[in-house]
């Protein structure tokens, strides 16, 4: 089975940092591009990084370029997801997905989703 769990949520003050976690099980993240998604209370999901298969390409939503960092690591079949600088802007609950079709930061493209971690920013 194909699996995708995040880990690394939780509550955070402005101007902190958390690293998210998505272990992949299943399958191996050479195949796939991997994304980060973000949902907020009535708001639509929406992209925030991405990897490429061979790591060598990275993406960013222009809300958090210069603040998060995607990386990953095939040994643990595990990519990580670093946010400095957190703003009250960036709560919301956290996915990461897989895509073996297009690299690309709308959701509509990702084939497997994880539950999700929440991340609240507040003092």
């Known amino acids: 089975q194909l699996q995708l769990v995040e880990s690394g949520g939780g509550l955070v003050q402005p101007g902190g940092s958390l690293r998210l976690s998505c272990a992949a099980s299943?399958?191996?993240?050479?195949?796939?591009?991997i994304g980060w998604f973000r949902q907020a209370p009535g708001k639509e999901r929406e992209g925030v990084s991405l990897?490429?298969?061979?790591?060598?390409?990275?993406n960013y939503a222009d809300s958090v370029k210069g603040r998060f960092t995607i990386s990953k690591d095939n040994a643990k079949n595990t990519v990580y997801l670093q946010m400095n600088s957190l703003k009250p802007e960036d709560t919301a609950v956290y996915y990461c997905?897989?895509?073996?079709?297009?690299?690309?930061?709308?959701?509509?493209?990702?084939?497997?989703w994880g539950q999700g971690t929440q991340v609240t920013v507040s003092s």
């Open positions: 299943g399958f191996t993240l050479d195949y796939f591009v």
């Open positions: 997905a897989a895509t073996g079709r297009i690299a690309s930061m709308l959701p509509v493209y990702y084939d497997y």
């Open positions: 990897i490429s298969r061979s790591g060598g390409s990275t």
